[in-house]
């Protein structure tokens, strides 16, 4: 009796043993962490838009000059571009923004049919970038340097001197628009709009680059003062955002 006691006693003990892994095993599976992208989520983009007045041009111009050495073309140029830039500067326009943005310096050859070139001279162009932050003094500006000698108008492009107002105002249309975007996609798939996860911008204001100048203005012949358009700039702000959806 005793010993069938004990190999019942021994046989609860080897049976706990036995469970006893598949309970700790079961005790320390790892759970998976809740995430956003379990649920269902719309990921969405739009753009906000703002039209806003310029208050401020860049100017490209300079001066080409040939000699038939380097040295003759290098002097001929700094006189004549002395000119201009004194000319700048009585037209209103301070000493900063004023910045040379270009010089060169190139041989000049002549072309025969089966024969070497000649080389027949030198070519310099120095070319300064101005901005112009008034711009009733626009076509003054311009007027002034073609009248002191400047043969190089490359073109002109308009700006803002602070951004910061005219992108807040296309990223509140950008954000609106979002918003309307995502409440649009879950009514017509029988959802609605649980929370906003994830929202990211991209671009921004950006400077237009230089518009051509008009011909007559390069070439000096113009009687009046040279007409200056500004217009209006074009900010836009681009954001896509990711959305979480419930039944």
Same mark, same amino acid.
């Given at each position: 009796?005793?010993?069938?006691?004990?190999?019942?006693?021994?046989?609860?003990?080897?049976?706990?043993?036995?469970?006893?892994?598949?309970?700790?095993?079961?005790? +320390?599976?790892?759970?998976?962490?809740?995430?956003?992208?379990?649920?269902?989520?719309?990921?969405?983009?739009?753009?906000?838009?703002?039209?806003?007045?310029?208050?401020?041009? +860049?100017?490209?111009?300079?001066?080409?000059?040939?000699?038939?050495?380097?040295?003759?073309?290098?002097?001929?140029?700094? +006189?004549?571009?002395?000119?201009?830039?004194?000319?700048?500067?009585?037209?209103?326009?301070?000493?900063?923004?004023?910045?040379?943005?270009?010089?060169?310096?190139?041989?000049?050859?002549?072309?025969?049919?089966?024969?070497?070139?000649?080389?027949?001279?030198?070519?310099?162009?120095?070319?300064?970038?101005?901005?112009?932050?008034?711009?009733?003094?626009?076509?003054?500006?311009?007027?002034?340097?073609?009248?002191?000698?400047?043969?190089?108008?490359?073109?002109?492009?308009?700006?803002?001197?602070?951004?910061?107002?005219?992108?807040?105002?296309?990223?509140?249309?950008?954000?609106?628009?979002?918003?309307?975007?995502?409440?649009?996609?879950?009514?017509?798939?029988?959802?609605?709009?649980?929370?906003?996860?994830?929202?990211?911008?991209?671009?921004?204001?950006?400077?237009?680059?230089?518009?051509?100048?008009?011909?007559?203005?390069?070439?000096?012949?113009?009687?009046?003062?040279?007409?200056?358009?500004?217009?209006?700039?074009?900010?836009?702000?681009?954001?896509?955002?990711?959305?979480?959806?419930?039944?």
């Amino acid at each position: 009796m005793k010993t069938l006691m004990r190999a019942a006693a021994l046989g609860l003990v080897l049976t706990a043993t036995a469970s006893a892994p598949a309970a700790l095993a079961q005790a +320390t599976a790892p759970v998976a962490a809740d995430s956003p992208f379990r649920a269902t989520t719309f990921n969405l983009s739009a753009y906000g838009e703002t039209r806003v007045a310029p208050d401020m041009a +860049t100017i490209t111009l300079g001066v080409m000059t040939e000699g038939k050495t380097a040295a003759e073309a290098f002097a001929a140029n700094a +006189t004549r571009m002395t000119t201009v830039l004194a000319s700048l500067t009585k037209a209103g326009i301070a000493d900063r923004d004023i910045q040379t943005s270009n010089l060169n310096l190139n041989p000049r050859y002549r072309y025969v049919e089966n024969q070497p070139p000649v080389l027949t001279g030198y070519q310099v162009s120095n070319q300064v970038t101005v901005t112009v932050r008034d711009l009733k003094k626009v076509g003054a500006a311009v007027d002034a340097t073609v009248n002191a000698g400047a043969n190089q108008v490359n073109g002109i492009s308009f700006g803002l001197a602070d951004p910061t107002a005219a992108e807040n105002a296309a990223r509140e249309a950008a954000v609106r628009a979002l918003s309307a975007k995502a409440e649009l996609y879950a009514r017509a798939t029988g959802f609605r709009v649980a929370r906003l996860v994830t929202l990211s911008e991209g671009g921004g204001y950006q400077a237009p680059p230089p518009a051509p100048a008009p011909m007559y203005a390069m070439r000096g012949a113009a009687k009046e003062s040279t007409p200056v358009s500004a217009g209006e700039l074009q900010v836009r702000i681009d954001i896509s955002g990711l959305y979480e959806v419930t039944r």
